[in-house]
């Protein structure tokens, strides 16, 4: 069949010209070849170069443009991610203050205060993780799936209240690391 003869074909059946999507899938079916065609100049025929969203609907483009994006999960799963180590970082100082057997082995005052500075970098270091987690989590917003950027805001939201909590009790408990390092010295004797 020649190409004048699908065209002729496809306008009888559905009473309309071709879109080139259409075009260019019977063309690679076989359902025409072009090498049998005299008419290549007919301005009414469909190129097969036209760009394809040309005679597109908004409808039909929008379903195209939302078929042919890509599943984007790695701001989620980074949110997430971050949210938990973040939450790690930041819980280690409490856990291992609660801990009375790392408490014992550190029996002078320097090594107790290398210890609090280490606690310290630690919980630090797990708050940046937090803020990172929050950029990922809202930027996973914009992006599908949703599910993985909410439950990394919700991880690090929970962090985040932890942590303001935790900053909260020592900006209104008035002690610095030194009573704090003479607390643990006089629970520890």
Do not use: C
């Given at each position: 069949?020649?190409?004048?003869?699908?065209?002729?074909?496809?306008?009888?059946?559905?009473?309309?010209?071709?879109?080139?999507?259409?075009?260019?899938?019977?063309?690679?079916?076989?359902?025409f070849s072009l090498e049998n065609d005299d008419q290549f100049a007919d301005?009414?025929?469909?190129?097969?170069?036209?760009?394809?969203?040309?005679?597109?609907?908004?409808?039909?483009?929008?379903?195209?443009?939302?078929?042919?994006?890509?599943?984007?999960?790695?701001?989620?799963?980074?949110?997430?991610?971050?949210?938990?180590?973040?939450?790690?970082?930041?819980?280690?100082?409490?856990?291992?203050?609660?801990?009375?057997?790392?408490?014992?082995?550190?029996?002078?005052?320097?090594?107790?205060?290398?210890?609090g500075s280490l606690l310290i970098v630690m919980f630090f270091f797990g708050?940046?993780?937090?803020?990172?987690?929050?950029?990922?989590?809202?930027?996973?917003?914009?992006?599908?799936?949703?599910?993985?950027?909410?439950?990394?805001?919700?991880?690090?939201?929970?962090?985040?209240?932890?942590?303001?909590?935790?900053?909260?009790?020592?900006?209104?408990?008035?002690?610095?690391?030194?009573?704090?390092?003479?607390?643990?010295?006089?629970?520890?004797?």
């Amino acid at each position: 069949m020649s190409k004048t003869e699908w065209l002729a074909d496809f306008k009888r059946i559905n009473g309309r010209d071709p879109k080139p999507l259409e075009f260019r899938k019977a063309l690679n079916n076989g359902e025409f070849s072009l090498e049998n065609d005299d008419q290549f100049a007919d301005t009414s025929a469909v190129s097969i170069d036209a760009d394809p969203d040309e005679h597109l609907s908004r409808k039909e483009r929008r379903l195209l443009k939302k078929n042919s994006r890509q599943v984007n999960t790695k701001n989620g799963i980074n949110s997430v991610l971050l949210s938990i180590i973040s939450f790690v970082f930041t819980l280690s100082p409490l856990l291992v203050v609660l801990n009375p057997k790392v408490l014992l082995k550190y029996q002078d005052k320097a090594s107790i205060e290398n210890l609090g500075s280490l606690l310290i970098v630690m919980f630090f270091f797990g708050v940046l993780l937090l803020l990172l987690a929050f950029v990922f989590a809202l930027v996973s917003f914009f992006e599908s799936p949703r599910r993985l950027g909410i439950a990394g805001f919700f991880f690090a939201l929970v962090n985040l209240i932890y942590v303001y909590t935790i900053i909260n009790y020592v900006q209104f408990a008035n002690g610095d690391l030194n009573s704090a390092v003479n607390i643990l010295q006089n629970i520890l004797k």
